[in-house]
């Protein structure tokens, strides 16, 4: 197996960040890149999305799915980028020794200038829950069922009941009732809605779908097939209420309780995780920790809009671009190297403190000279229904601050750090900021 | 406890409101209303006077939020996005949806118009399926697009 | 109804099932292997702790010793023969506290009373040694080398294909409802699957052999108690055992333990809750509980979201001095029983084979050696095992061995495809599930579902509404999108 060496930039997974990683690192220069994608097609999980509510923020625009993905794929096609689909990746070192396969070409191996996970997320499963009962048919994630329903076009069941208020449950309620099912309603253990609220009145309340709140599965029934599923209230410490039990007759539970980012390569690859987020920790670059590998996208952290994903492969692309570019190229052609943003300043981490679950990026590199803009994502861990100030603290003491309505776990807090921010991060007396709600 | 208990959505967010309304027509009454036109899903505080008409609404980032609310006051509209069957495609179904809404009422009328559509492969995406679907001035589109098999 | 004849008739294609019909396959003789399920393995053969236990724990004297430490010996050549995944990992009891070192020496002896070699008291710092994640609390432990982990599930198919290539035939879906006894003589069943008539009717229903005695009117009496087990598999790139860790035995049995699985993974289980219903092999909150707790108190880190599997089984506990019980039957003709086969049943089912055959051949049945007995029986490829010219190679030969259809397990088409022709066909999700260990990672099959489904429908030939997960009545697809 003889290796690959002729690329500058390879990116793992052709969804919305992997596409925009993959344009923004060819529009870098000259630069090699390829895009490698485990389906049939490119667009990750937007094909089956094909509901409406993506585009706002890059195109201006409320788009389906398929076809926010079909105007990145456009644009790929044009934009002279390899691109090997039903191909996985199977090894990746930490020299970015990268092994993939696929039906046609074999085992390959490839060792580029610069890497981009945009390897996205996978659902949380009934195991991870601990779904008590029976393991009869009917039990499938969202996910799954979205995929059979829009792409294979299958209907696995008659009679749905619907275990989280994630959005893609909610959708897929809709979607369901959409093709003539019956969908009894949507289960929440916690005491609030977990997906966005527009989805709760176009999703489930215009099709009169009811939603449970502080209730969750006790028992799932069936021999073969799924007969019922026992439903229980909680209380506040998520405890499950003696004497709340119900019987719901259905033949299928969806599973909408969350997303995993999707890292067994990043690990493979040496790359350190970040325990809250689940996904490698990145500085305002998407670089991981180990050098030349970035990330973007859902593999770093749960986005909440895919907007928001795609800038960040954009961000890692262009960076993953000139980190190939400042290592010399294959091609001999090292014209356009030489804006050095690896070099460029310290860098300040920054930490959740109160009511902030996640941020991304974990840490910013200072640049003040203006060309750089840094946007930080917020995934607020508490509901908090008025106004509230995010707060960076240096220290003892708070050196920007912002306004949002409100704190919702389901939606996340974006922030644009320009010129004047930086330069107050540039100024911090401490190498760890905290950013906290109130 | 249901969600509408707990967070009215679209409803009245306060009792005395409500009552002014019932009692006293020509008070005016406030409505929180969720604008569904992007994925920002800005949620709008809007005072009606008594009548149903508009006296302020705040909360909206641009003039499609208050178009919304307009029409989410007189005719709720909704966008349906499905799919249809396809004819010797590389997939059997292919997405559509309505890029301009349609009265939410009509939501589930469409969507079994929908059922006994089949393309034939080709189907290009933005390839209109229906046009001006029971004269509501709304086509029904494709959002993806299916090769031949 | 159509009706066959056989010379033996092996009702219950688990791991005894089908160990005793590979051994009968060795024979001229017409050997029949049949199973209510869709594949063979089904119920507790693959919902166990799938240890191949040393044999120092059962009774000095009784057959559970004699099979333990027979079955034991023979799974060590076996595992070569059938190309079966497992390692030879030793286990260790470990005792808690210096109120239990005494226990340890009781059980040294009880070991060397049943002759089980290498057996080795080991000090506080040597089981923290060679297993750093234990607790603290940790005083000693008693060391068996001869202890092993398999894929108790591969050894079961394993034994099964082996018999089939043998000429031994298998009946999937074949349910018993009724037995037929003439003149005190077991001379058929009736199955969902057409009656089978033979001289020699084996009873290894698991479960249910006590129900099957009780149709053909014998033992009255006897009567198996179904004790669930509940276990959890935790992701490995969070938590991993290197050992086999048994706490302290008690009356109720081994305990709840913590080990490293054939494949590598860590699973803790299991508890042992009796249930009424004999098929309940659903996991209880409670259950879950309890194991959690009692995994933690030998490796207090671990962490219930690290969790990414679980599964229940259930045992069969006969009320015979909780003895196995493999005997010719005192009362009915032509019935030969393997009952009450709770732990240590999977490592003893080899020596239980070897027994039943010798039963077999003193009650007369003719059983003349054939030449072209094939003891052997070659493992399909696992890709994932495979370095990366291994892989590339079998690409070559192969394109479909260069889709992978479950990404967290590595799972190849061809894997899949190769199963679903294998000598004992899997003809459902599960069954693919159980040989290639696809859908058993993070992600529990939500990728490969609807690929899983299409291939099967394309290579049984079936629509996708056919496709099950575990045979009739468990499709996954109800209609059409469209429909």
């Known amino acids: 197996m003889t290796c690959d060496t002729s690329y500058d930039v390879i990116v793992i997974g052709g969804g919305p960040a992997g596409l925009a990683a993959a344009l923004s690192a060819r529009a870098e220069g000259n630069v090699r890149v390829l895009l490698i994608e485990r389906n049939d097609s490119l667009g990750g999980i937007l094909p089956q999305c094909i509901h409406n509510g993506f585009g706002a923020v890059i195109f201006g625009n409320d788009l389906p799915g398929p076809e926010y993905a079909y105007r990145y794929q456009e644009q790929v096609e044009a934009a002279d980028i390899d691109v090997m689909l039903d191909t996985m990746v199977m090894d990746l070192t930490p020299e970015r020794d990268l092994y993939a396969m696929n039906a046609t070409h074999g085992y390959l191996h490839y060792r580029p200038r610069s890497i981009i996970l945009a390897m996205g997320c996978r659902e949380r499963t009934r195991a991870q829950i601990r779904l008590p009962g029976s393991r009869c048919s009917g039990v499938y994630t969202a996910g799954t069922v979205q995929r059979l329903v829009n792409i294979e076009g299958y209907m696995p069941g008659r009679r749905f009941l619907i275990l989280g208020s994630g959005d893609i449950g909610m959708i897929m309620a809709r979607r369901l009732t959409i093709e003539g099912a019956e969908v009894v309603g949507v289960l929440e253990l916690l005491p609030f809605l977990t997906g966005l609220r527009r989805n709760f009145v176009q999703c489930l309340q215009d099709y009169n779908i009811p939603l449970h709140l502080s209730t969750t599965v006790s028992n799932i029934i069936g021999g073969q097939r799924l007969e019922a599923v026992e439903t229980v209230k909680v209380d506040e410490e998520l405890q499950p209420i003696p004497g709340s039990t119900e019987r719901i007759e259905c033949d299928s539970l969806l599973l909408s309780v969350g997303l995993i980012p999707e890292n067994e390569l990043s690990l493979k690859a040496g790359v350190h995780l970040d325990p809250r987020t689940g996904g490698p920790l990145v500085d305002s670059t998407m670089a991981t920790d180990v050098p030349g590998i970035y990330a973007a996208g859902n593999v770093t952290s749960i986005y909440d809009l895919v907007d928001y994903v795609s800038k960040a492969g954009e961000v890692a692309g262009r960076h993953a671009a000139r980190y190939a570019l400042e290592h010399g190229t294959g091609n001999g052609n090292n014209a356009t190297a030489g804006r050095d943003a690896s070099k460029a300043g310290a860098m300040v981490a920054i930490r959740p403190g109160e009511n902030v679950g996640t941020v991304i990026p974990q840490r910013v590199r200072i640049d003040t000279s203006g060309n750089e803009e840094v946007t930080l994502m917020l995934r607020p861990n508490a509901l908090i229904e008025r106004k509230v100030t995010v707060e960076l603290w240096d220290g003892d003491r708070p050196i920007m601050s912002f306004r949002e309505n409100y704190s919702r776990p389901a939606e996340m807090m974006v922030h644009t750090l320009r010129a004047k921010q930086m330069q107050a991060l540039a100024e911090a007396h401490e190498h760890e900021l905290t950013v906290v709600i109130q | 406890m249901s969600f509408c208990e707990q967070f009215p959505v679209g409803e009245q967010t306060s009792d005395a409101a409500g009552a002014d309304r019932d009692e006293r027509g020509s008070e005016n009454s406030e409505q929180s209303i969720i604008c569904l036109r992007c994925p920002r899903g800005c949620e709008i505080s809007t005072t009606l006077d008594g009548y149903g008409g508009i006296v302020e609404i705040f909360g909206n980032v641009c003039k499609l939020g208050r178009e919304y609310v307009e029409a989410e006051i007189t005719n709720p509209l909704r966008i349906l996005p499905t799919s249809v069957r396809v004819r010797s495609g590389e997939r059997p179904l292919v997405p559509v949806w309505t890029p301009k809404p349609i009265p939410k009422g009509r939501l589930m009328d469409l969507a079994r118009a929908t059922r006994s559509i089949e393309l034939e492969a080709p189907v290009a995406i933005g390839q209109v399926v229906i046009e001006n679907w029971e004269g509501l001035g709304v086509d029904l589109v494709t959002s993806g697009a299916v090769r031949r098999a | ?483």
């Open chain 3, 1 to 483: 109804m159509q009706s066959r004849d056989f010379d033996v008739v092996v009702m219950g294609a688990g791991i005894v099932g089908s160990m005793i019909a590979r051994a009968l396959s060795r024979y001229a003789i017409r050997v029949a292997l049949v199973d209510r399920a869709n594949d063979v393995g089904t119920g507790a053969s693959c919902a166990n702790s799938a240890i191949l236990h040393s044999g120092h724990d059962p009774s000095p004297g009784s057959l559970k010793a004699e099979m333990n430490r027979r079955g034991n010996e023979l799974w060590h050549d076996l595992v070569h023969e059938l190309e079966v995944g497992h390692r030879w990992t030793g286990a260790m009891i470990i005792a808690l506290g210096d109120e239990q070192l005494p226990g340890l020496k009781k059980l040294l002896a009880r070991g060397t009373e049943n002759q089980i070699p290498g057996l080795e008291i080991i000090s506080r710092a040597e089981v923290l040694k060679r297993e750093p994640l234990l607790t603290p609390d940790v005083s000693g432990a008693l060391w068996t080398p001869t202890a092993g982990v398999i894929d108790p599930f591969g050894g079961t198919v394993a034994a099964a294909e082996n018999a089939v290539t043998n000429g031994v035939s298998l009946f999937l879906n074949a349910e018993i409802h009724d037995a037929l006894v003439s003149d005190g003589t077991l001379i058929a069943v009736q199955t969902t699957a057409g009656e089978f008539r033979a001289r020699w009717f084996i009873n290894a229903l698991g479960v249910h052999a006590d129900d099957f005695m009780h149709l053909a009117g014998d033992r009255p009496d006897f009567a198996i108690t179904a004790r669930r087990g509940e276990y959890f598999i935790f992701d490995p790139n969070r938590v991993q055992v290197q050992n086999v860790l048994f706490p302290m035995p008690t009356d109720k049995g081994k305990g709840i333990l913590v080990s490293t699985t054939a494949h590598g993974n860590t699973f803790v289980g299991p508890n042992a809750e009796e249930v009424a219903d004999k098929e309940d092999t659903t996991a209880t909150r409670d259950g879950m509980a309890e194991i959690l707790e009692g995994g933690r108190r030998l490796i207090p880190s671990l962490e219930s979201r690290d969790i990414i599997a679980g599964f229940s089984g259930v045992r069969a506990t006969g009320n015979a001095n909780r003895d196995f019980v493999i005997e010719i039957s005192a009362t009915v003709g032509g019935l030969l029983n393997v009952a009450g086969i709770e732990s240590p049943g999977y490592v003893s089912a080899p020596a239980i084979a070897e027994r039943v055959e010798g039963l077999l051949r003193n009650a007369g049945l003719e059983m003349v050696a054939k030449n072209e007995w094939n003891p052997r029986r070659p493992a399909r490829p696992a890709f994932k095992e495979l370095n990366h010219e291994q892989r590339s190679d079998l690409i070559r030969r192969n394109p479909n061995y260069g889709r992978i259809v479950c990404r967290c397990e590595n799972v190849t088409e061809g894997e899949i495809v190769d199963a679903i022709h294998s000598p004992v066909p899997a003809r459902d999700y599960d069954a693919i599930k159980r040989r290639c260990w696809l859908g058993t990672g993070r992600c529990q099959g939500s990728f490969d579902y609807p690929r899983v489904m299409e291939i099967l429908s394309r290579e049984l030939d079936i629509p996708m509404t056919a496709v099950t997960k575990k045979g009739p009545g468990s499709e996954f697809l109800a209609r059409t999108t469209k429909g």
